[in-house]
């Protein structure tokens, strides 16, 4: 049973243009949110997160908006650029006992197009 | 060291034999999880160690999965009789505290 669900495989957006990543969940427990960005043949990198009590949070080129209600959350990087191109990991921690584990979504790759 | 360090970073193994995936960590991190991403799939939880305190097993999907952390700093996960369905990158992660995990670059396993 997927709990964080990234529904768009692939998304491609044109250099300098807004490229949105949408994330939606399916457990109201959760109360913090991260993003992660993934080059080929590397680890996951730790990208911005967002705790519940926001809706918001930006970082830069990054700002990642949650809509509780709608348990959805989405990324936004404006303007794009061709390093952007990678594989983008929605995550929310897995309230077990004294885990700190994260449970993923599939991801989305997005190809930036210069 | 600066980074996770895993090894190797590709393995292929026939079906049935037995592997061993190597992660060392950032030192100093206590803690230490191993993840798995299949073709077109999540990363998905396998294990967590934190300090001396019983590991987390509760990711690992059958009982030829285990895996051990030597001094707080090693860790190995052993996939023993390997299935083709084990195949996928399995990646190792460390942290200090709570959810700042560095991923290391992972051990793509493929089974033949």
């Known amino acids: 049973d997927q709990q964080v669900k990234q529904n768009s495989p692939s998304l491609s957006v044109q250099e300098g243009r807004i490229s949105i990543l949408n994330c939606d969940y399916t457990?109201?427990?959760?109360?913090?949110f991260l993003w992660y960005k993934k080059y080929p043949a590397e680890g996951p990198t730790f990208l911005i997160s967002?705790?519940?009590?926001?809706d918001k949070n930006e970082d830069g080129r990054f700002t990642v908006f949650l809509n509780k209600s709608a348990k959805h959350l989405s990324l936004h990087i404006v303007p794009s650029q061709p390093g952007d191109s990678a594989v983008y990991f929605c995550?929310?921690?897995?309230?077990?006992?004294?885990?700190?584990?994260?449970?993923f979504g599939k991801g989305t790759k997005l190809s930036v197009i210069p | 060291g600066a980074g996770v360090s895993q090894s190797p970073s590709n393995k292929v193994t026939e079906k049935g034999k037995d592997v061993e995936l190597r992660c060392d960590p950032i030192?100093?991190?206590?803690?230490l999880y191993w993840y798995r991403q299949s073709l077109g799939q999540g990363l998905e939880f396998l294990i967590y160690?934190?300090?001396?305190?019983?590991?987390?097993k509760s990711g690992l999907p059958s009982d030829r999965f285990s895996a051990e952390r030597t001094g707080g700093s090693v860790s190995t996960l052993t996939i023993q009789r390997t299935q083709q369905e084990d195949s996928a990158v399995y990646l190792c992660?460390?942290?200090?505290?709570?959810?700042?995990?560095?991923f290391g670059s992972g051990t793509r396993l493929t089974v033949v």
């Open positions: 992660a460390s942290s200090l505290a709570g959810w700042g995990y560095t």
């Open positions: 030192s100093g991190h206590t803690a």
């Open positions: 457990n109201s427990m959760f109360d913090y």
């Open positions: 160690f934190q300090g001396n305190s019983a590991p987390d």
């Open positions: 995550a929310a921690p897995y309230s077990g006992a004294g885990s700190y584990q994260l449970t």
């Open positions: 967002i705790s519940s009590i926001k």
